[in-house]
T-cell receptor
């Protein structure tokens, strides 16, 4: 089954404790991206990657890092989480040959 | 810059027709998308327009006018399960790699 898988689905952590949210897709998509979704603000892009070892900042990259060492994986790293990074996070993948983006199930992160 | 506007909330009755509008201002336009999102769940793809005109998929239709920077999503024969947020998104960039999302329209379908 074609899918984008994020882990964990829910996470509560403390300020300053490094964390990684994983994202994996099995569709051989070139393009992957991370979004955060906050009430009233919609989905905002954090980082995106056009292919292995090619990443770039989106609209709200501060406080986040990403890596793309393999085509299928695109982890989101918060080196020192802060409460303003409490949000619902989505990973998405797409291909130049298909118009739409496929989304993971979401990760609800709370930083206290 | 990028700017996508949609109404924040709409209410309609079961069995009725509702039109959700979206206006946008972006650079490097490479397609307009509509996604449905139920609360706390992932967005799911509904429709896609890259050329002007109407695209129909069952109960859902989407229209695009590139010259006006305008699109709408038309939902017919509304069902209770259509209560969700509807996200308008523009794909842009030289390789069409960036999706810029509007704030979403929360639709409530009443019996």
């Amino acid at each position: 089954e074609a899918q984008v898988t994020q882990n964990p689905r829910y996470l509560i952590t403390v300020t300053g404790k490094k964390l990684t949210v994983t994202c994996s897709q099995n569709m051989n998509h070139e393009y992957m991206s991370w979004y955060r979704q906050d009430p009233g603000l919609g989905l905002r892009q954090i980082y995106y990657s056009m292919n292995v070892e090619v990443t770039d900042k989106g609209d709200v990259p501060e406080g986040y890092k990403v890596s793309r060492k393999e085509k299928r994986n695109f982890p989101l790293i918060l080196e020192s989480p802060s409460p303003n990074q409490t949000s619902l996070y989505f990973c998405a993948s797409s291909s130049l040959g298909q118009p739409e983006a496929f989304f993971g199930q979401g990760t609800r992160l709370t930083v206290v | 810059g990028q700017n996508i506007d949609q109404p924040t909330e709409m209410t309609a009755t079961e069995g009725a027709i509702v039109q959700i509008n979206c206006t946008y201002q972006t650079s490097g336009f490479n397609g307009l998308f509509w996604y449905q999102q139920h609360a706390g769940e992932a967005p799911t793809f509904l429709s896609y327009n890259v050329l002007d005109g109407l695209e129909e998929k069952g109960r859902f239709s989407s229209f695009l006018s590139r010259s006006k920077g305008y699109s709408y999503l038309l939902l017919k024969e509304l069902q209770m399960k259509d209560s969700a947020s509807y996200l308008c998104a523009v794909r842009e960039g030289n390789y069409g790699q960036n999706f810029v999302f509007g704030p979403g329209t929360r639709l409530s379908v009443l019996p």
